[in-house]
């Protein structure tokens, strides 16, 4: 059974930084790129980072490029996000999720909320 | 960056009808990589439908995907209690990845 579960959400000022963790069980997690999607408040889905199994492929969303850092350890079957800067428009809860061979995101986890304010 | 718009904003239907949820990219999607997801509230989205057409595991056969290129459809056959929620289409051909901005299904 696919389990993701994400931590190391919290309250951060504006400027500061934070890390975000996911820990995978349930399946291969070398097998499988990885990605971050986080959600503001009461609004929709957006796409932040992948990263590839063996770590040699990243790609961000311009809002985050520069400033989050997307990294896994696949002895520890974990995923991280570091982010950096954050800004008030980073409110929002994060998920961690699975992407199949063929990209699609099958499975996600719970999420963890991060909230940037003064 | 594909832009992906979800169409009707919100639909009032009530239980047994049929729901019809469009999304329409800026530009064609590659090889179909377009999935459908619900989301309740407090909880986390679920992938109902990939490949525009292909119903993923243990998804009921009420809920149907079509489409090809730029123009993708969502049909829930009957809604049930169970169904009423938002519903998020994206798209995974290409990056960066991107989400429609959601259709709410609501109780009539």
């Known amino acids: 059974q696919v389990h993701l579960v994400e931590s190391g959400g919290g309250l951060v000022k504006p400027g500061g930084s934070l890390r975000l963790s996911c820990a995978a069980s349930?399946?291969?997690?070398?097998?499988?790129?990885m990605s971050w999607i986080r959600q503001a408040p009461g609004k929709g889905l957006e796409w932040l980072s992948y990263?590839?199994?063996?770590?040699?492929?990243?790609q961000y969303a311009d809002s985050v490029k520069g400033r989050f850092t997307i990294s896994r350890d696949n002895a520890k079957n974990s995923l991280y996000l570091q982010m950096y800067s954050l800004r008030a428009e980073d409110t929002a809860v994060y998920y961690c999720a699975r992407e199949t061979r063929d990209r699609r995101t099958d499975y996600w986890g719970q999420g963890t909320l991060v909230t940037v304010s003064s | 960056e594909i832009v992906l718009t979800q169409s009707p904003g919100t639909l009032s239907l009530s239980p047994g009808e049929r729901a019809t949820l469009s999304c329409r990219a800026s530009q064609s999607v590659n090889s179909n990589y377009l999935a459908w997801y619900q989301q309740k509230p407090g909880q986390a989205p679920r992938l109902l439908v990939y490949?525009?057409?292909s119903r993923a595991t243990g998804i009921p056969d009420r809920f149907s995907g079509s489409g090809f290129g730029t123009d993708f459809t969502l049909t829930i056959s009957r809604l049930e209690p169970e169904d009423f929620a938002v519903y998020y289409c994206q798209q995974y051909g290409s990056s960066p990845r991107t989400f429609g901005q959601g259709t709410k299904v609501e109780i009539k």
């Open positions: 349930g399946f291969t997690f070398t097998d499988y790129y």
């Open positions: 490949g525009a057409s």
């Open positions: 990263i590839s199994s063996n770590g040699d492929i990243i």
